[in-house]
């Protein structure tokens, strides 16, 4: 069974400062996806990164692939408000059906005003 | 993308009974899933639906307690059967529109079990 642990489980922060959220495993994936969900609806895709070292950046968002494909990290320069929400890393493996994602534990993100 | 609805998106139910809830998709999908996220936790895949044979279960989930169905390639359903407090939990559906393809996630159905 592939496991990820994601930290922290819960982060209150001030709007304008800086946050890092970590995804580990000791599994390798053949990529690893970031999601992010509001109250009331489901996971909406961030991000997928797919090579190890790899590094992209969406707006004020950095993710990173760590080199051996096991680990990656968000990191959320300037925070704000609207960026309150669950933070969810998700491996990409296959079963017998096909693929599937395995999820980590969350990141409960509320930045205050 | 995929748009997905989820029907009810909220229900609360007595225990003992079942609960049926509807995933529909506005296109045609190879691989549609489905995964609980109980409060305040991440989510856990329950199964995978087949088109035109029997899901794939996730250890720990059973036909039994979690039946599926999936008659095309554009509507699933998953039964909540013989519901506990313990079922109380965020239902969720996701499709993939080709294998190896990006998830996409339904809004989910809140559920409820006194």
């Known amino acids: 069974t592939q496991l990820l642990e994601q930290s922290p489980q819960f982060l209150s922060i001030q709007e304008g400062e800086n946050l890092t959220v970590y995804c580990n495993s000791s599994?390798?994936?053949?990529?690893l996806q970031w999601y992010r969900q509001e109250p009331g609806e489901g996971p909406v895709l961030l991000v997928t990164v797919v090579t190890g070292g790899e590094v992209k950046k969406l707006k004020r968002l950095t993710f990173q692939f760590g080199d051996a494909r096991k680990d990656s990290s968000l990191h959320i320069t300037a925070a704000q408000p609207g960026d309150t929400g669950l933070y969810l890393c998700?491996?990409?493996?296959?079963?017998?059906?096909?693929?599937?994602?395995?999820f980590g534990g969350g990141t409960r993100l509320m930045v205050k005003p | 993308s995929a748009v997905i609805s989820q029907k009810p998106s909220r229900d609360i139910c007595q225990r003992g009974t079942s609960l049926t809830i509807q995933c529909q998709v506005d296109s045609q999908v190879t691989m549609m899933f489905w995964y609980r996220q109980q409060p305040g936790q991440s989510l856990t895949l329950i199964a995978t639906?087949?088109?035109?044979?029997?899901?794939?279960?996730e250890s720990g989930f059973v036909i039994d307690k979690f039946p599926i169905s999936r008659p095309n390639l554009t509507f699933s359903t998953l039964t909540v059967s013989n519901m506990s407090p313990e079922d109380s939990s965020i239902y969720l559906c996701?499709?993939?529109?080709?294998?190896?393809?990006?998830?996409?996630f339904g809004p989910g159905t809140r559920l409820t079990v006194l």
């Open positions: 599994s390798v994936f053949s990529s």
């Open positions: 998700a491996g990409v493996g296959h079963n017998n059906a096909g693929n599937m994602l395995t």
């Open positions: 996701s499709v993939a529109p080709r294998l190896g393809n990006t998830q996409y």
């Open positions: 639906a087949n088109q035109g044979s029997e899901a794939t279960y």
